[in-house]
Nanobody, 116 residues
Framework: QVQLVESGGGLVQPGGSLRLSCAAS????????MTWYRQAPGKERELVAS????????YYLDSVKGRFTISRDNAKNTVALQMNSLRPEDTAVYSC?????????WGKGTLVTVSS
């Protein structure tokens, strides 16, 4: 069965950096696009970044463009989100997602807190 496990969250000061990672199993990873979402307290979940199956195409939320970079390693079945120049409004639970045969699968998420 599909399993997604995020890691790398934590507390960071404004302007700092974090790298999140998602380890995937239970499906043919290289066939699927992968996506990072986030949900801040009291807000709706929003799509942060997405990457095509080969890693050649990417999409970013406007507010993170130029600060965040999504990447994947198909040999290791992992997808990463490098987050630089972090802002307090980036504080959220970040979750890894894959849509497989019309069904969304989610990891449990990792908490990122940006605060001084």
């Amino acid at each position: 069965q599909v399993q997604l496990v995020e890691s790398g969250g934590g507390l960071v000061q404004p302007g700092g950096s974090l790298r999140l990672s998602c380890a995937a199993s239970g499906f043919t990873f290289s066939v699927y696009a992968m996506t990072w979402y986030r949900q801040a307290p009291g807000k709706e979940r929003e799509l942060v970044a997405s990457i095509g199956n080969t890693g050649r195409t990417t999409y970013y939320l406007d507010s993170v463009k130029g600060r965040f970079t999504i990447s994947r390693d198909n040999a290791k079945n992992t997808v990463a989100l490098q987050m630089n120049s972090l802002r307090p409004e980036d504080t959220a639970v970040y979750s890894c997602n894959v849509r497989k045969i019309g069904v969304d699968y989610w990891g449990k998420g990792t908490l990122v807190t940006v605060s001084s």
